[in-house]
């Protein structure tokens, strides 16, 4: 299957360089494009394909009331721009993973390992959101933004980002909670204070029209609460890796960061309790931490372990290449919806693309 080659052929790629300053430096940029390209251009691939299709057909009605409303009004704005030049459906998904990489890449850029980053976010992140659901993938871009922001105690930029993110998808908003905590006054007191309004944040960003269309949509037979067990799981695991392995390393190496991936890996224990009162918002939220998870992991061979030093390197390759596998061999929704890949590149027709948005 191309997402288990593709998968196992970037991570080949990472480990196996890894030490190798130059090389790795070299390979960011194609990978970057690659997955950008095999991302943007999918054709009729992703669980939301057809969704997405229906919003673009209804931009140039509906588009102005949700504007006004101020309901995700930077989608909207996109969609109705691309419908008013006269420009076909797939546009829509090459502009939000465009937003996507963009963000991405600018917080990639700022690790000490940018490929390492980028290549860890493939089997989860970019397989659900630049691939599935644009959306929120445009929105998690920007909250890559966001999050540099974060790190440079700029809380102004960063509410602003937030506020951005959230005219894509509103989920985003929560994180309008943090910006105390971005000006750099961090302690442990509000940092507790921040986890403990994330519930109550989260459950009143679900109350909402757009959540329970999500709910309805995404829930279905329960197969998406399902995928949600592992996919929270592993960042609930992440988060408690860090408190017991990195926190006080990461303190003395990278203290500037320490702060974002503090919260994060708080917020990875917020997501697993939110399982408990809904899958399809734990996931949600989670989505948005996957880039903070990949930082720690991406992190790793930068710090001294007593012992064991290349098995906790080796632990996150091997833990996503085993999740990606389980996942993509036995979802019977990953078979209906990723399989087969194919991209419009090499000579779908737009017109087909139009006039048949659900097929899969």
């Known amino acids: 299957?191309?997402?288990?080659?593709?998968?196992?052929?970037?991570?080949?790629?990472?480990?196996?360089?890894?030490?190798?300053?130059?090389?790795?430096?070299?390979?960011?940029w194609p990978v970057l494009a690659f997955l950008f390209v095999f991302a943007a251009f999918r054709y009729q691939v992703g669980c939301d394909w057809s969704g997405y299709f229906y919003q673009y057909d209804a931009a140039d009605y509906a588009a102005g009331q949700l504007i006004a409303d101020f309901n995700e009004p930077v989608w909207w704005l996109i969609l109705r721009w691309v419908k008013e030049q006269g420009l076909y459906y797939p546009v829509v998904n090459v502009i939000s993973a465009g937003v996507f990489f963009g963000?991405?890449?600018?917080?990639?850029?700022?690790?000490p390992?940018?490929?390492?980053?980028?290549?860890?976010?493939?089997?989860?992140?970019?397989?659900?959101?630049?691939?599935?659901?644009i959306r929120q993938g445009a929105a998690i871009g920007v909250m890559c933004l966001a999050f540099a922001a974060f790190i440079d105690r700029r809380p102004l930029r960063f509410a602003l980002m937030v506020?951005?993110?959230?005219?894509?998808?509103?989920?985003?908003?929560?994180?309008i909670l943090l910006a105390p905590l971005s000006t750099g006054r961090y302690t442990?007191?509000?940092?507790?204070m921040a986890g403990l309004l994330a519930l109550p944040g989260l459950l009143v960003l679900a109350?909402?029209?757009?959540?329970?269309?999500?709910?309805?949509?995404y829930i279905g037979g329960g197969i998406d609460a399902f995928g949600a067990i592992f996919r929270v799981g592993a960042i609930f695991l992440t988060g408690g890796y860090f408190y017991v392995f990195l926190r006080r390393k990461w303190e003395q190496v990278y203290p500037q960061e320490l702060p974002l991936v503090s919260i994060g890996a708080l917020g990875m224990g917020v997501a697993m309790a939110l399982l408990v009162l809904s899958s399809v918002i734990a996931d949600r939220?989670?989505?948005y931490l996957i880039p903070i998870q990949a930082m720690i992991f991406a992190r790793l061979p930068f710090f001294a372990f007593a012992r064991y030093k290349w098995q906790h390197v080796a632990l996150p390759y091997v833990a996503l290449t085993v999740m990606f596998v389980g996942w993509t061999q036995t979802s019977s929704l990953f078979e209906q919806c990723y399989l087969p890949y194919d991209t419009w590149?090499?000579?779908?027709p737009a017109g087909d693309i139009i006039k048949d948005p659900t097929a899969l």
């Open 207 to 217: 109350g909402g029209y757009n959540a329970e269309q999500a709910t309805a949509r």
């Open 163 to 175: 506020l951005l993110a959230a005219g894509f998808h509103t989920s985003a908003l929560v994180f």
């Open 1 to 28: 299957m191309i997402y288990i080659l593709v998968a196992l052929v970037l991570f080949a790629l990472s480990y196996t360089t890894l030490g190798a300053r130059r090389v790795r430096a070299r390979l960011y």
């Open 113 to 133: 390992d940018p490929l390492a980053f980028l290549v860890l976010l493939f089997p989860i992140l970019i397989i659900n959101m630049p691939m599935s659901g």
């Open 285 to 287: 939220f989670a989505y």
């Open 103 to 111: 963000g991405v890449h600018v917080l990639a850029r700022r690790q």
């Open 188 to 192: 442990r007191n509000r940092l507790i």
């Open 345 to 348: 590149l090499f000579g779908a």
